[in-house]
T-cell receptor, first 119, second 113 residues
């Protein structure tokens, strides 16, 4: 299957600092990437859809000024958690859409995730 | 809106078979996915169904009935490494749901010796 990388895998930061997480599709181009957050023993919650060359689409309740998304190329999307606080501590997972089979039948592949701990 | 239900936990014995059910009510339907997720790791793709019927892939099979809004994932010859969470995800239609995936809460499967 397709490979999606994510960096860093773990990050610990102080409250008030900003953290950038990178997501790359390694062997396919992805015009659309997704950012999810997952709390322990819970399912994935979609935060936003990242669109190459245009603004991200945020889900209801997600602050766009706090979670900045930049999809600068067909293989890279970044999520910046600005002014992080302890309640932002979570497992952040990106996903990229492989649309080779067409928009109706794409498969979505996930990165390995980033464990963020805000002290 | 999207609503996807699956059992929270299941326990099975090594070598046995386990069936994980998933029912859904969604805004349009454009395919159903099953993912496996080990603790602390990202989900990995297992299967995809868009037409009714059974898709078999080695020890894993997935079934879909669109009229019933129902799918199941069948795990055969269970191994200890199959202990994980299994996520059912439905892709909505482009018009109604932006072609996005909505995930169920996941089913934690514990395989015992």
């Amino acid at each position: 299957g397709a490979v999606v990388s994510q960096h860093p895998s773990r990050v610990i930061c102080k409250s008030g600092t900003s953290v950038k997480i990178e997501c790359r599709s390694l062997d396919f181009q992805a015009t659309t990437m997704f950012w999810y957050r997952q709390f322990p023993k819970q399912s994935l919650m979609l935060m936003a859809t990242s669109n190459e060359g245009s603004k991200a689409t945020y889900e209801q309740g997600v602050e766009k000024d706090k979670f900045l998304i930049n999809h600068a190329s067909l293989t890279l999307s970044t999520l910046t958690v600005t002014s992080a606080h302890p309640e932002d501590s979570s497992f952040y997972i990106c996903s990229a859409r492989d649309e080779e089979g067409g928009l109706q039948s794409y498969t979505q592949y996930f990165g390995p995730g980033t464990r963020l701990t805000v002290l | 809106g999207q609503n996807i239900d699956q059992p929270t936990e299941m326990t099975a014995t090594e070598g046995a078979i386990v069936q994980i059910n998933c029912t859904y009510q969604t805004s349009g339907f454009n395919g159903l996915f099953w993912y496996q997720q080990h603790a602390g790791e990202a989900p990995t793709f297992l299967s995809y169904n868009v037409l009714d019927g059974l898709e078999e892939k080695g020890r894993f099979s997935s079934f879909l009935s669109r009229s019933k809004g129902y799918s199941y994932l069948l795990l055969k010859e269970l191994q200890m490494k199959d202990s994980a969470s299994y996520l059912c995800a439905v892709r909505g239609s482009i018009k109604a749901a932006g072609n996005k995936l909505t995930f169920g809460g996941g089913t934690r499967v514990l395989v015992k010796p």
